[in-house]
């Protein structure tokens, strides 16, 4: 199914359309088309853009949408959606507003009554989750973590007993001190995998224990190169006590100290969502009754 071009409608279409994030033939026929048609294509780096029109034909007008001019330069696009034209939002690679620009534009678009279609295509977290070999059916996006040490680690603290896969998106001179971070929050034997330039001459997708796949880093330069997504699998509770997260364990502990052991046991169950028997267990063990 394709939708038609409405140039000469009365509202213009926004097109968010994906490109390739390295092999170029990871474009598809509808991508071309629409960048084709389109009368302007709002796009993060011109002069990189610039390239990949060239190399399919793409004569179509380019203009900057980055991160620091969107909020601004957004009623720029809006005025020629008004105009009846159709706009084509781009990347620098991949699917755009994905840990890229574009979200202010898409926003001001829809609340001004436009319609917003996507053009699917290449997304660089998905091609690493189905590649990774680690839970996919349900999975979160982190996106890039904290720059600075602290704010990084502080960031995988609160998601260390997330039992969903993970994905983040790594500088590559940042890529080695974010496997440290890792191993030391998520442990070294936690399950994660490295894809590295997805889909270009230097691919590379290695899986192992993070401990493992820290040391395989570190030893080699080439790996410290280059676009980074690392694949972290979910936390698993262990069958023992630690089945309960150490969240709840402190709310239990805190009521165990003002209340009876079944109280206690049940009003940390309303409060942290863990059963009441595991928690009344628990609770047993702790105070030296099991």
Known sequence: ????????????????VATPIGNLEDISARAIRVLNEVSLIAAEDTRHSARLMQH?????PLAAC???????????????????????????????????????????????????VPVPGAC????????AGLPSDRFIFEG??????????????????????????????RILECLEDMRSVFGDERPALLAREITKTFETLQGMPLVDLHSWVASDSNQQRGECVVVVAGWQAPESDAAVSSEALRVLDLLLKDMPLKRAAALAAEIT???KNLLYQVALERQGQA
């Open 1 to 16: 199914m394709t939708e038609p071009v409405i140039a000469n409608s009365q509202k213009g279409t926004l097109f968010v």
């Open 124 to 131: 660089a977290l998905i091609a690493a989750l189905s590649a």
């Open 273 to 275: 969502g863990v059963r």
């Open 144 to 173: 890039f973590l904290p720059a600075k040490a602290v704010g990084r680690r502080a960031r995988l603290e609160q998601v260390k007993e997330e039992p969903r896969t993970l994905i983040f998106y790594e500088a590559p001179h």
């Open 66 to 116: 980055h991160e620091h001019n969107e909020r601004d330069q957004g009623g720029r696009f809006i005025s020629r959606l008004q105009a009846g034209e159709d706009v084509a939002l781009i990347s620098d690679a991949g699917t755009p507003l994905i840990s890229d620009p574009g979200y202010h534009l898409v926003r001001q678009a829809r609340a001004a009554g436009y319609a917003v």
């Open 56 to 60: 399919f034909g793409i004569a179509t």
